[in-house]
């Protein structure tokens, strides 16, 4: 899975994560995209993003090796 549709499903699927993601950074699931979840400049979403993942392997959202 690509790490847009890996973050696309835990934001989609984790209420708490989506919550932390709006709440505390103001980014909404429109707002990422191919380039900005690997983007580690600022102004980019690529620490958020990995963040979003590493929630979903710990809700069982996702399984480590399922992320490319």
Same mark, same amino acid.
């Given at each position: ?6 973050? $696309?499903?835990?934001?989609? %699927?984790? /209420? ?8 505390? /950074?103001?980014?909404? %699931?429109?707002?990422?995209?191919? $380039? #900005?979840?690997?983007?580690? #400049? ?27």
């Amino acid at each position: 899975m690509e790490k847009l549709e890996a973050v $696309q499903k835990v934001l989609r %699927f984790s /209420h708490s994560t989506r919550e932390w993601c709006e709440g505390d /950074h103001a980014v909404y %699931f429109d707002d990422l995209d191919e $380039q #900005n979840v690997d983007d580690y #400049n600022p102004g980019g979403y690529g620490d958020i993003a990995d963040e979003i993942i590493e929630r979903g392997i710990a809700e069982d959202l996702l399984e480590e090796d399922e992320v490319e």
